[in-house]
């Protein structure tokens, strides 16, 4: 209550630290205080008081936690989620189990002075709960590429690092700039991006797959269906026939083998592309190397 | 019934599978599908109406079959307007059988069905065994009240079972538990429906002793039936034809209550009639709701189960006002 | 022909037979009667030859033959019994209905036979219901409806007919049509076996009467053997006189106020 109290008589002294926020978050702001404690909104809307750097961090996304590595705070991660599998050494910080709808008990365990968890709604009641415990939780929602400076930046406050944040993103723009210079060919390939088969989910407008499939030159057949993952129908991708089938390992075996996928003339021609998921998923520190790595599969296009 | 009410049933089926061919979430003409059917004209569309629509109307009729010849035989043996497969908890039962399997890794859906009739089998001495227990097995409210409490019980140890699982797992499983017919392919059909055929010949078998259960136990035992035996028969068949159902489209619930009733308020004097009646108009039912659950939100998919309990609930509400 | 031996029954799980010791005989052409109070054991007896319940000791048979050693198809066969309640769950056309006494003498996919056919139609024309035969039977009024059941346990044919209570809710004519019929089946070289709280009807038509006291045997014999006040006053635990009607000959049961009008 304090803090949310200061914040808002400050407000209008709050400085904009991010580009390009998208339109369904709100663009977080920190205000530089005389003794390096600063504030910033969250995207719960929620005002975090940062400044002290964070010594006990636990991150419970696979993004940040991939982040806090690359922004050399590896060493301080004393929890992540089941989920977050890199890099390797995030093999070695405690794994506290979900990192959607959260175990608290389970965090407060390793005694974090900072919890990174993704903004979704059923993560916002463990937020409360480990708020009312006093410590301090960013919620984070990095759903598409424009999140991602935004993300770093906010950790890298966290961190009382921002010279460190600034270099992160540079690169991180700078590799994916390298792929979207390339040239679009003549004919752009489309793309079925497989998701989950029970009920059929894709990638539809606004996810962050999308945009990347957009950068790399090849054009999502969904791309106009408003929802980030919207579920589609067999017959429909039938009559949109891809010139691709984007899939993870696992799901490609399945298609492969199901008479029902055989109508998709992609899956009847082996037209499958198997996607590295841990890799592509998410839009995170290594979004330059999925980026190539997805023009390399679709266009056959290396990029150095 | 009267040869005209079957040609009528028929009449009805074929239209809900000329629906079910023409409309989809890609519209094709008429011509596109005539043509597809026999394998000329667009290469797409003959792989939508060939290897999508064909196998998923057959799949529907043979659930649909299942289903309205289940509920047929369970009304009455359980001498019960309300009983079906679904409100009894059996096709809850039947999806811990199948969800157990398929976190075993034995999926292939000519095992599946055995799996979910364990499961139905389970439910069904359960959901008698808490009917006697409330000391009103003839009671028609007690029975249903155990088929919930029994389903509830069901839906917890699925969740158990899903509980190590990962969000996409749980989400797809939970998808099936609402029913749906987007699974189909020739193959399973096939192997539904061989097990949809033994049940329902167990049953037309049966057909003379569910005539006689119907009536009550003792006037049963006085005309000659053994009624400990023919009861657990008709279950036996009831459950498999239930637990097939599942296997193959998940729960879909009310089609059991609906169809008899609708067959009995046709005229089907014999429960064999209300049995080949309901078979029919399952078949009919089923096809036509999936054609709404896959046409009204396309290209999203309804769940088939949302779409019959959309249907099935008022009936059932009409129908326990008049009982009660 | 129906004969119980020495028959001991007991429900599952209690601690108290129902009846014990009950040695009857019903013969052919002859109305045998079983009366007794509420809950003096009547029912089992029927639960009993239904194969519901089976006897602790002692041995119910059919023309010699125990019961336990026959199917329920074969007992069928020989005995026709109509309970004291059923309802249909669906309702049923009556000929449908008095078809289903064929049962035990079909397969499981063979049809009517014109020998079926025969026996429904010997049967409703008895029962004199021939003319209702295409009315359903929620349409039926109480007598109907029992002449209806009585007409299915003649199409199920055998030898022995067995009633429980079947003029319960009568009015006092369907009664006597009830009485009538079976006292005609009798003289057809049946063995009919009536469970009844009529006393009076039961000792005008029966040839013998067992009456039962707290699932015993209180006295088993002729309408005159059995009608005696002093008996009939301890086993009903009322008042009553026995004295004999005028216009018929038979014994009839008199109750008295328990207590003196003032």
Same mark, same amino acid.
């Given at each position: 209550m304090f803090f949310r109290q200061r914040a808002a008589s400050s407000i209008a002294l #709050? =400085?904009? #630290? @991010? @580009?390009? =926020?998208? =339109?369904a978050c709100s663009a977080p702001k920190t205000e530089r205080r005389p003794q390096a404690v600063a504030f910033v909104r969250d995207d719960f809307g929620d005002t975090i008081r940062v400044g002290a750097p964070a010594r006990r961090i636990v991150s419970l996304n696979p993004v940040t936690t991939e982040m806090l590595f690359a922004l050399g705070a590896g060493s301080r991660l004393v929890g992540r989620s089941h989920w977050d599998l890199y890099p390797a050494a995030a093999l070695a910080v405690p794994d506290i189990g979900n990192a959607m709808q959260p175990n608290a008990e389970a965090v407060l365990g390793v005694h974090p002075d900072l919890v990174v968890v993704y903004a979704s709604p059923s993560n916002r009641a463990a937020t409360v709960q480990l708020r009312k415990a006093g410590i301090n939780t960013l919620a984070i929602r990095d759903d598409h590429i424009a999140d991602i400076r935004r993300t770093i930046e906010l950790l890298a406050r966290a961190l009382d690092d921002t010279a460190a944040g600034k270099i992160l993103a540079d690169s991180i723009e700078k590799s994916l700039a390298a792929v979207s210079a390339r040239p679009r060919p003549a004919k752009v390939p489309t793309v079925y991006w497989h998701v989950w088969d029970t009920p059929i989910l894709t990638i539809g407008h606004g996810s962050y797959l999308d945009e990347l499939v957009n950068i790399v030159g090849a054009k999502n057949i969904f791309g106009d269906l408003p929802e980030p993952s919207p579920q589609v129908t067999l017959e429909e991708i039938v009559r949109r026939n891809p010139d691709f089938i984007l899939v993870g390992p696992a799901s490609a075996k399945k298609l492969r083998e199901s008479p029902l996928w055989r109508s998709v003339p992609a899956v009847r021609d082996g037209r499958l592309l198997l996607v590295d998921t841990l890799l592509v998923g998410r839009p995170g520190v290594r979004l330059g190397e999925a980026a190539r790595s997805l023009r390399a599969l679709i266009l056959k296009d290396t990029v150095r | 019934m009267k040869p005209r009410v079957y040609v009528a049933l028929l009449i009805a089926l074929a239209l809900a599978a000329l629906a079910g061919l023409a409309l989809g979430p890609v519209s094709l003409s008429p011509a596109a599908v005539w043509s597809a059917l026999f394998g000329h004209g667009d290469p797409n569309a003959v792989s939508i109406v060939q290897a999508l629509r064909l196998p998923r109307i057959a799949l529907g009729i043979v659930i649909g079959a299942g289903l309205g010849m289940s509920g047929a035989a369970l009304q009455s043996t359980l001498r019960n307007p309300l009983a079906e497969p679904y409100l009894l908890g059996v096709s809850g039962g039947a999806a811990v059988g199948a969800v157990a399997a398929v976190s075993l890794h034995y999926s292939s859906l000519a095992f599946l069905p055995i799996a979910a009739f364990a499961g139905a089998l389970l439910a069904v001495t359960l959901v008698l065994l808490v009917a006697r227990a409330a000391g009103a097995r003839g009671d028609p409210r007690v029975l249903l009240m155990a088929g919930v409490v029994v389903g509830a019980f069901a839906n917890a140890a699925v969740m158990v079972l899903l509980a190590g699982e990962s969000a996409d797992s749980v989400r797809g499983a939970l998808w099936w538990m609402m029913g749906s017919?987007?699974?189909?392919t020739w193959q399973g059909t096939r192997w539904i429906a061989i097990y949809v055929g033994i049940g329902g010949v167990l049953l037309f078998a049966l057909g003379r002793e569910i005539e006689l259960l119907a009536l009550g136990e003792d006037p049963a035992a006085a005309l000659g039936v053994d009624v400990e035996r023919a009861t657990r028969r008709v279950y036996l068949a009831a459950s498999l034809l239930a637990a097939v159902t599942v296997a193959g489209a998940g729960l879909i619930g009310f089609v059991g209550l609906v169809v008899p009733a609708i067959v009995r308020a046709l005229g089907a004097r014999s429960v064999r009639s209300a049995m080949l009646g309901a078979a029919i108009a399952g078949g009919a039912l089923v096809v036509g709701a999936d054609v709404v659950a896959r046409t009204v939100r396309a290209p999203a998919e309804l769940p088939l189960g949302a779409v019959t309990a959309l249907i099935g609930v008022p009936f059932f509400l009409m129908r326990l006002r008049r009982m009660t | 022909m129906i004969r119980f031996d020495d028959v001991v029954l007991r429900y599952p799980r209690s601690a108290r037979a129902a009846v014990s010791h009950i040695t009857l005989d019903a013969p052919r052409g002859a109305i045998t009667a079983i009366v007794g109070p509420n809950g003096s054991g009547k029912s089992t007896l029927v639960r009993a030859l239904l194969g519901r319940l089976l006897p602790e000791s002692g041995a119910i048979s059919l023309d010699g033959t125990p019961i336990a050693q026959l199917t329920r198809l074969e007992t069928a066969r020989r005995v026709a019994l109509v309970p004291q309640r059923e309802e249909p769950a669906f309702p049923l056309v009556v000929r449908d209905f008095i078809a289903l006494g064929r049962y035990a003498h079909g397969g499981v996919w063979s049809g009517e036979t014109p020998a079926d056919r025969a026996a429904i139609a010997q049967a409703a024309e008895r029962a004199g219901v021939a003319e209702y035969l295409e009315r359903r039977t929620v349409e039926l009024s109480g007598g109907e409806w029992q002449r209806v059941r009585i007409a299915r346990a003649l199409a199920q044919g055998g030898d022995a007919l067995v009633l429980d209570e079947p003029t319960a809710f009568l009015d006092v004519a369907h009664e006597m049509a009830v009485f009538e019929l079976l006292d005609a089946l009798a003289r057809e070289k049946r063995a009919v076996l009536l469970v009844s709280h009529q006393l009076n009807l039961v000792a005008r038509f029966a040839s013998s009467i067992a009456l039962l006291h707290a699932g015993t045997l209180a006295a088993f014999g002729s309408p005159d053997d059995v009608m005696r006040g002093d008996l009939l006053e301890r086993v009903y635990e009322w008042p009553l006189v026995v004295s004999r009607d005028p216009a018929v000959g038979a014994p009839v049961l008199v109750p008295l106020r328990h207590r003196a009008p003032r």
């Open positions: #709050l =400085a904009t #630290l @991010v @580009v390009g =926020a998208s =339109a | 017919l987007s699974d189909a | -």
